[in-house]
């Protein structure tokens, strides 16, 4: 593979011999009934391929029973907080437990949504204006005089969501000036910091990378095409709501683009194993930044799995490479 990966993966002959792999999945955020499903959909598939998988919750269980009986490798199906914003890689680092994915201090930038923006568009990257703010600066400084400097500098439509968070909750897309109040307070609900992002319409992209251990490598583009328009929770879950294409119906050179732009995203922020970054391509063919996932979901709706079904990998094949790699590498040193 170089930039899109295309031939099945065969499994080294060190991987051969059984695994024993701890999928986390569950936990304590609104992403939980997401992360169990994706849980499930990793076990099963690792178990196909030949792993000896179980899935067990994040609690306080988790860090007795490693120790009791000890997993060549964890991988982390949680989405939410818990998964994603490196507080639990940086637990597994002090018990010495090697994990599948990005680092601690990777995943807490990947998590606040305006720092990654920051750092990708310092890289050389295209990605919608935006403001963050937090609930205090509204109720300190007065909402009506904010929300006017926002729509002045950003204009409308806008959309509205969690400075962090995934599966699309809290997104809105605001284009009228006097829905604007309401869109925050329903985001506020997710989080205390809500990000205000000028709209780009234009095709949206999911753009999975993988490492299986001779560098980051793009999968191929899946497009999104929500029956809303937007890509909100309802449109992500509900069958039927969303049409999913893999490969993106975009031309060669908007794919090159787009894979090269999920590389370079996965590698300004430090990202490691498999990350999934959304984006926006506009009609004129320029690919913008608006996301990343360092957990990206593997329901049976979600983009990752359709990606590596499009380059032509089993997903059990994909999972248990990147975990036999993580149990040959072993724990990251806090």
Same mark, same amino acid.
């Given at each position: 593979? +170089? ?6 993966? *065969? ?13 986390? %999945? ?20 690792? +178990? ?24 060549? @490798? ?15 890689? %940086? ?7 090697? =994990? ?16 990654? !923006? ?26 009506? %005089? ?5 729509? @002045? ?5 806008? /959309?509205? !969501?969690? @400075? ?17 109040? @309401?869109? /925050?307070?329903?985001?506020?609900? =997710?989080?205390?910091?809500? /990000? ?7 095709? *949206? ?21 929500? *029956?809303?328009?937007?890509?909100? =929770? ?8 969303? *049409? =999913? ?13 787009? %894979? ?42 979600? /983009? ?31």
């Amino acid at each position: 593979m +170089t930039d899109q990966a295309s031939a099945p993966v *065969e499994a080294p002959e060190a991987q051969r011999a059984p695994l024993r792999a701890l999928v986390l %999945a569950g936990g304590l955020t609104f992403e939980r009934e997401v992360s169990i499903n994706s849980g499930g959909q990793v076990v099963e598939a690792l +178990t196909r391929a030949g792993v000896d998988a179980e899935l067990h919750d994040a609690d306080a269980e988790l860090l007795p029973g490693l120790a009791a009986s000890p997993a060549d @490798a964890v991988f982390i199906a949680l989405h939410g907080a818990t998964g994603e914003d490196g507080a639990l890689r %940086a637990v597994l680092d002090l018990a010495g437990v090697p =994990y599948v994915g990005s680092p601690a201090a990777a995943c807490r930038l990947a998590w606040d949504k305006p720092a990654a !923006k920051s750092v990708v568009r310092a890289a050389g990257l295209a990605t919608p204006d935006w403001v963050a703010l937090p609930h205090s600066t509204f109720r300190e400084l007065g909402a009506g %005089a904010v929300l006017d400097l926002i729509v @002045a500098r950003l204009g409308l439509p806008l /959309m509205v !969501k969690p @400075a962090s968070g995934g599966s699309s909750l809290g997104v809105q897309k605001v284009s009228r000036v006097e829905d604007l109040p @309401a869109a /925050m307070v329903s985001c506020f609900a =997710y989080g205390d910091t809500v /990000m205000v992002e000028r709209y780009v319409d234009g095709v *949206e992209l999911a753009l999975s990378v993988i490492d299986l251990g001779e560098g980051p490598e793009a999968l191929p583009a899946v497009e999104i095409a929500p *029956e809303s328009g937007v890509f909100d =929770y309802t449109s992500r879950y509900t069958p039927g709501l969303t *049409e =999913y294409h893999a490969p993106a119906r975009v031309g060669d050179d908007v794919a090159a683009r787009a %894979a090269e732009v999920a590389l370079r995203v996965h590698r300004a922020l430090g990202l490691a194993g498999l990350s999934r970054t959304d984006a926006i391509v506009t009609p004129d063919g320029e690919v913008h930044f608006l996301e990343v996932n360092v957990s990206p979901g593997l329901t049976e709706t979600s /983009m990752f799995p359709m990606a590596v079904e499009a380059a032509g990998l089993r997903l059990g094949d994909v999972l248990s490479r990147l975990l036999a790699r993580a149990a040959t590498e072993g724990p990251i040193t806090p």
